[in-house]
């Protein structure tokens, strides 16, 4: 498994390469935005995962998660925070990251998060609630979900989906025709436990609504609550 590490501060990167070598990943250092870029748009396959500070000279992280996806690049992307700043958090989601990690941090807990994200399939289906049957794929109105692959298909057309969004779009199909509060998305699915600003989930729902809507502005399977958050409704 290759591993690029994206981080300016040149003794935590050389930390975590020494500790992912250890673990026997390949790992490679870039120290900045753009060169991060430039390996990963030569070659889509090079790398398994990324880990992603947020705060680069240059193109900072948010940027380069975005630049990632809008290029079809899918890799999962652990992202760095120095704060661990909610709206950051949310932020770092809605560019494309698959989780979080505040500094600092342990090392332990670090390599945890990156053998999640390396088995990402597993994991998502260990996040189906036991008393529902875990599930490889959902299909309704001409779409199909895919959760192992990430993947949405709508006749020929193939949409790549982020962990996250495969996450949000189960937690919604599992507790379709309820209502789901925009606390309990913080919580359970993006696993933030304080108040902030729920506009990141609200622009999540508008992208879902494009991938599973015929008519995005007149969602029929997407739908809001008003002041509450939103329901999945199969037909």
């Not at 748009?41 to 790398?47: G, P, T, Y």
């Not at 729920?198 to 879902?208: E, G, K, P, Q, S």
């Amino acid at each position: 498994m290759k591993i690029l590490v994206v981080e300016d501060e040149q003794s935590l990167a050389e930390g975590l390469r020494f500790n992912l070598n250890a673990e026997g990943y390949e790992t490679k250092i870039a120290p900045d935005g753009e060169t991060a870029l430039t390996l990963m748009l030569s070659d889509k396959e090079m790398f398994d995962a990324i880990v992603l500070d947020i705060m680069l000279p240059g193109i900072d992280g948010f940027e380069v998660a975005a630049n990632l996806r809008q290029a079809g690049i899918y890799a999962p992307i652990l992202m760095l925070t120095a704060r661990g700043n909610a709206e950051d958090v949310l932020r770092g989601f809605e560019s494309g990251a698959d989780d979080y990690l505040s500094k600092p941090f342990e090392l332990t807990i670090f390599l945890a998060r990156i053998r999640g994200l390396l088995r990402r399939r597993e994991w998502l289906k260990n996040e189906m609630p036991v008393e529902k049957p875990a599930e490889d794929s959902f299909s309704f109105n001409g779409k199909t979900i895919n959760f192992q692959n990430l993947e949405l298909k709508s006749g020929s057309e193939t949409v790549r989906l982020t962990l996250m969004e495969a996450k949000l779009l189960r937690h919604l199909i599992n507790k379709a025709g309820n209502t789901v509060s925009r606390k309990e998305i913080l919580e359970d699915v993006w696993e933030l436990h304080e108040d902030t600003d729920t506009r990141a989930i609200d622009n999540f729902i508008v992208r879902l609504r494009r991938y599973l809507e015929d008519d995005p502005t007149r969602p029929k399977h997407l739908l809001t609550v008003r002041g509450i958050g939103y329901r999945f409704l199969k037909s």
